[in-house]
């Protein structure tokens, strides 16, 4: 049983930092990329990053680059999303999902190629 465990998120002024994480569990993740998605209330699911577990190539939405970083801690098996000059536009659900699929094709911005998702944590900022 696959599961991804988000936490970290909440209310933050402009300007400010978050740093989710997402705990993985129930098999080996070293074959997948984890991703970042997020959602605002009306839009789209909207891809934010990704990283492969094994390697730790990148890559970044246009939106978040130079603010956001992802990395990966494999001992604790669990993907950290490092998100700076927060902006309001910023303001969504954030997901964490793995993409088994991504050894063979790589890194992909499309959500429905992820196989699990996390439940999502709530990222507010304030203007």
């Known amino acids: 049983q696959v599961q991804l465990v988000e936490s970290g998120g909440g209310l933050v002024q402009a300007g400010g930092s978050l740093r989710l994480s997402c705990a993985a569990s129930?098999?080996?993740?070293?074959?997948?990329?984890m991703g970042w998605f997020r959602q605002a209330p009306g839009k789209e699911r909207e891809f934010v990053t990704a990283?492969?577990?094994?390697?730790?190539?990148?890559t970044y939405a246009n939106s978040v680059k130079g603010r956001f970083t992802v990395s990966r801690d494999n001992a604790k098996n669990t993907v950290y999303l490092q998100m700076n000059s927060l902006k309001p536009e910023d303001t969504a659900v954030y997901y964490c999902?793995?993409?088994?699929?991504?050894?063979?094709?790589?890194?992909?911005?499309?959500?429905?190629?992820?196989?699990?998702w996390g439940q999502g944590t709530q990222v507010t900022v304030s203007s």
């Open positions: 990283i492969m577990w094994s390697g730790g190539s990148t």
């Open positions: 999902a793995a993409d088994r699929g991504a050894v063979i094709r790589g890194i992909t911005e499309r959500a429905t190629r992820y196989d699990y």
């Open positions: 129930g098999r080996t993740f070293s074959t997948y990329a």
